[in-house]
Nanobody, 132 residues
Framework: VQLQASGGGSVQPGGSLRLSCAAS????????IGWFRQAPGKEREEIAC????????YYGNSVKGRFTISRVNAENTVSLQMNSLKPEDTAVYYC??????????????????????????WGKGTQVTVSS
């Protein structure tokens, strides 16, 4: 299984970037998908998650209303559209997947499935830098 994130770069505050995560070895339509980020000196945080079994995305409070996660089944990719970027969005961004069984288990518990510890596969990160 491989996840390959791309699309990072440098942008000015208020700008936009679109990250993409391409999967091989698994079909993303069957998995929970998450985007995470980690800034220097901080813990990795989940920012956007989606699973087919729920049908609606989850967004972290820090990105709600500005970021959009989407999946292109035909390409087996998942994207993260990031608008109105802020300097505090600067971080390494990662895509990751959670197995269907993990997603079901968390749903049956009534808890969120998209924590760092729930994810099985991780892509290498892509750097996003927001500065003027």
């Amino acid at each position: 299984v491989q996840l390959q994130a791309s699309g990072g770069g440098s942008v000015q505050p208020g700008g936009s970037l679109r990250l993409s995560c391409a999967a091989s070895g698994i079909y993303l339509v069957n998995y929970g998908i998450g985007w995470f980020r980690q800034a220097p000196g901080k813990e990795r945080e989940e920012i956007a998650c989606f699973s087919s079994s729920e049908g609606f995305p989850y967004y972290g409070n820090s990105v709600k209303g500005r970021f959009t996660i989407s999946r292109v089944n035909a390409e087996n990719t998942v994207s993260l559209q990031m608008n109105s970027l802020k300097p505090e969005d600067t971080a390494v961004y990662y895509c990751a997947t959670a197995s269907p069984s993990r997603v079901r288990f968390r749903q049956q518990e009534g808890s969120k499935w998209c924590a760092v510890d729930d994810m099985d596969y991780w892509g290498k990160g892509t750097q996003v830098t927001v500065s003027s």
